[in-house]
């Protein structure tokens, strides 16, 4: 699916229609289709503040409703590479299940960090300002946030 603005021509939207058709095997939609973790990109690196301790929580209870969806995503996940199995942890955070607003049937599976965040060094400048960013961006015929699905799990945290 892409939303596609409504300031061009019907032509033009047809035409980048058309191109996100021709060449829509290089986005990613479904697990299936995900190559993997990009090792070249480097990896994500947490500082933790001095003496910081492992952290280990409880799973929050999961509605029975849930249970074969959560099951059959996480087998979708480990078979993409996404995830994989670790039996004895220092540190245990709860996953979070929530419906997709725009698909109900689908669920979205996140990791509840609260814990872990308390306890990281933080960047007191983590992201550019809004107003830069759309300076970047302005004049520009049209951008794109083209990799949603799955950039967030494309880069390995480091061990």
Known sequence: MAKIGDYWSEKHTREIIDLLKEYQDVFTRDYKDFKGIVEEMGEIKIYLIPG??????????????YKEMVQKEIENMLAAGIIYPIYKAEWASPMVVQPKKQEPKKLRICVDLRGL??????????????DEILNEVAGHECYSFTDGFSGHNQVPIAK
Do not use: C, S
């Not at 965040?117 to 809004?130: E, G, H, I």
């Open 52 to 65: 910081a301790k492992p952290i280990k929580k409880r799973p929050y209870k999961l509605a029975h409703k």
């Open 117 to 130: 965040n308390k306890l990281t060094v933080t960047d007191p400048f983590p992201t550019p300002f809004a």
